[in-house]
């Protein structure tokens, strides 16, 4: 309990010392937030120290998981809501409940895991999982910000109906007409729309949570370079948002939800690349706006204390590149990945907040740094 009023008071002081400055150069950015995805595989006891740390560090929203086992899951929920911390929950897919008795998932042929068809999804599986879930949120009394359903379905490492060739490093599908088994993607696709409709109607009929945002899942912006490289099928972000629309996706999401890892580059070439791959975002009264539901900057450094200022740089010109896409109100949210768990991107290092990792969360910024 100690612990928890800590990071209420250290939350509190940093919304107050982080306060917009007088002279107007810093504004308010939206939603900015962390990730930090299957705590269901943490003890209590860790997941409580762990979003203690992200309260504790000025964090205000985060990106949670409702994975296997779910009721682990919701137990992180709880604590993240008793911390005061807006929750973004992300349905993983990829729980073998939502899918029929004997499916077995397509084969990463040991390069990546192996992952369920989303062609094969059960609707009526996944239905009745998500109103158990969101009941149980609910009876706890939580309150969720947001829910994204889904990741990264246009890339092979979570859809399926995508595949991972045998061989890597040779040419991969650069458009849909390309895509070895088009007919199951497509499927899979219609499938997909059915159940962010299932989601959105499980939402509504929550008390605590019937205004959440409802987000498509957050697509990979991996370049076609790489998925030759690796030897895995993916479209780009903007044609599988097309053929979303195509089959009624706006008429049940507040958002689309999309992945940047844009490597390493001048702040000028980051800021274009970011702008460039989110040109689909709109404003809500011309379309729907993104929601970035992780991002990220990698270091490769291990040494402690870390020296960050190269991440520092690039972190402050992607925020520049959000901050104007906030602006336009072409982008609700950008969620920084990862709060601890990954070796290069983490910026929870050596014990404390990295310094790439508090501008990446602060839920004010003031700009890239003047030369």
Known sequence: MTRIVLAYSLAAFWAI??????????????????????????SRDDQKRVLTQIAGSGVTHVRLSLSRPVDKSIEALEIADRLGLRILLEI???????YPEGTQP????????????????????????????????????????AVETGNEINYSAYNGDLLVYRKPRGPTPRSVAAIANRH???????TYVDAVRITREEVRATRHSSGAAVVTAGLSDISVGEADRRGMERLDPG????????????????GYGIHVYPGPRRDAALMRDVTNLLDFCRARD?????WVTEWGVANTARSCPIDDRERERAVRAVRSAFQVLMAEKRLEAAFYYDWD??????????????PAGVVAINPIFAGAPTR
């Open 184 to 190: 199951a993607f497509a499927r899979g696709l219609d």
């Open 239 to 254: 044609e599988v948002i097309s053929l979303l629309q195509e089959k009624g996706i706006d008429d049940v999401v507040d």
């Open 341 to 354: 768990t990954q070796p290069s991107y983490s910026v929870w290092r050596c014990g404390t907040l990295s």
């Open 92 to 98: 993983q897919l990829s729980n073998k409940d939502y």
């Open 17 to 42: 010392a982080q306060a917009p400055l007088a002279d107007g150069h810093e504004v308010p950015a939206g939603r900015v937030g962390i990730n930090r995805v299957n705590l269901a595989w943490l």
């Open 106 to 145: 397509r084969s990463g042929l040991g390069r990546i895991w192996d992952v369920h068809r989303l062609s094969e999804l059960d609707l009526g599986r996944y239905r009745a999982g998500l109103r158990a879930a969101l009941r149980a949120v609910d009876d706890k009394g939580i309150r969720l910000d």
């Open 286 to 290: 011309a379309g729907k706006p993104c």
